[in-house]
C-alpha cells in the first residue's frame, strides 16, 4: 500500500475526531496516512497491547461504530474487517511510532502530533477569549448598575430642589 499522499494540517484536522469526548483518530485513517494496510497497523497494536493503555487508545462500541458509520459515511458496511475499529488518542498516536518503526511512520507521527498541539493552544486561545469576554460583560454589568445608581440620585436631587409650589408674592402685605 505505496501510494504517496499529500498531507497537508487540514487533511490531519479532518480526520481527527470527538469520541467519548477524547480527540481521536481512527486506525483505517491512520492506517492510510502511514501507508500500511490497517490489518497489519492492528496487529502491531496488539502485539504491544501493554504500550496502549484506555488513555492511549481503545476500541470503539458496536454502537460508536454504527452512529459513526452514520454521521460521517466512512466505514461501508462490510468493508472492514470482523474487528471494531481502533480509536487512538494523541498519545496513542505518539506512541504508535514506537511499533510502527519506518521512516514514513514517524515523519508523519510528528505531523500529527503538531496538529493536535495546534487544536490545542487553539482551545486555549478561545478559552481565553471566553474568559475576557465574560470579564468584560461583569464591568459592563458593574457600568450599569452604577449608572443606573447615579440616575436615581440625581432624580431624588431633583425632587428635592424642585420649587415650591406657593411662591412669595412681591409687593405689599396687607
Known sequence: MSQEL???EEFIVGKILLIRNKKVMIDDDLSK???????QLKRQVRRNLDRFPEDFMFE????????????????????????LPMAFTEQGVAMLSSVLNS?????VNIEIIRVFTKIREVLTETLNVKLEIEHIKKKLMNHDKNIE??????DEMMEKHEPKSERNKIG???
Open 6 to 8: 499529500i498531507i497537508t
Open 172 to 174: 405689599y402685605k396687607k
Open 103 to 107: 521512516p514514513a511512520a514517524i515523519k
Open 60 to 83: 470503539l462500541t458496536r454502537s460508536e461504530y454504527e452512529i459513526l458509520r452514520s454521521q460521517f459515511g466512512t466505514f461501508k458496511q462490510g468493508g472492514h474487517s470482523k474487528y
Open 33 to 39: 496516512l502511514y501507508g500500511v494496510e490497517t490489518k
Open 149 to 154: 445608581l447615579v440616575f436615581n440620585y440625581l
